[in-house]
């Protein structure tokens, strides 16, 4: 199975700053990756798929590149409801598998 | 609206059984693959099961191979997980997923149903 690495774990920033979360594949998903968002006691919720579509109703301050292995999710100055905890997923065999999770924490 | 709403879920000892169901509403069930996926308490998503839109082709993670089976009944947009053999590792918040592509992303999440297993 494809084992996908998301780095950092906990990622510490302010309201306003930049945040870049980094997922790398055991070996290559073309684009067929996926980010999600997870709040505490919530489902989680697409943000981008394929590398760098934006879902539906996402705010452009989040954006997604990468291609082959390595996979970064942007997120522009970064608003309250933003800190959470991040998962990548990669659709390009079965089994779909997940990253770990990059928690983002308020500093 | 996609709806998807879980239901099944409780307490049962090591080596029960468990059938979770998923009643899914505003979209056209029999187009889409469908996934169960899990999260243990304090951890990360892990994938379960996967069914394609008609039925004919089922996957499943290698920790429920053997174990868990997955169906689906189209005329009653229903998603199922049949759940035996239960053990600890088993305990999550299992999630009904609506999938876009084979294999596929999920673009709409149900709200999850905890399953504890537990003497």
């Known amino acids: 199975e494809i084992v996908l690495t998301q780095s950092p774990d906990t990622l510490s920033l302010s309201p306003g700053e930049s945040a870049t979360l980094s997922c790398r594949a055991s070996?290559?998903?073309?684009?067929?990756l996926a980010w999600y968002q997870q709040k505490p006691g919530q489902a989680p919720r697409l943000l981008v798929y394929?590398?760098?579509n934006r879902a539906t109703g996402i705010p452009d301050r989040f954006s997604g590149s990468g291609s082959g292995t390595d996979f970064s999710l942007t997120i522009s100055s970064l608003e309250p409801e933003d800190f959470a905890v991040y998962y990548c997923?990669?659709?390009?065999?079965?089994?779909?598998?997940f990253g770990q999770g990059t928690r983002l924490e308020i500093k | 609206e996609v709806q998807l709403l879980e239901s099944g879920g409780g307490l049962v000892q090591p080596g029960g059984s468990l059938r979770l169901s998923c009643a899914a509403s505003?979209?056209?069930?029999?187009?889409?693959?469908m996934s169960w996926v899990r999260q243990a308490p304090g951890k990360g998503l892990e994938w379960v099961s996967g069914i394609s839109g008609s039925g004919g082709s089922r996957y499943y993670a290698d920790s429920v191979k053997g174990r868990f089976t997955i169906s689906r009944d189209n005329p009653k947009n229903t998603l199922y997980l049949q759940m035996n053999d239960l053990r600890a590792e088993d305990t999550a918040v299992y999630y009904c997923?609506?999938?876009?592509?084979?294999?596929?992303?999920?673009?709409?999440w149900g709200q999850g149903t905890l399953v504890t297993v537990s003497s």
């Open positions: 997923a609506k999938g876009y592509g084979l294999p596929h992303f999920v673009d709409h």
């Open positions: 394929d590398a760098s």
């Open positions: 505003g979209f056209t069930f029999s187009s889409y693959t």
């Open positions: 070996q290559t998903v073309s684009r067929f």
């Open positions: 997923q990669q659709r390009s065999v079965w089994p779909l598998t």
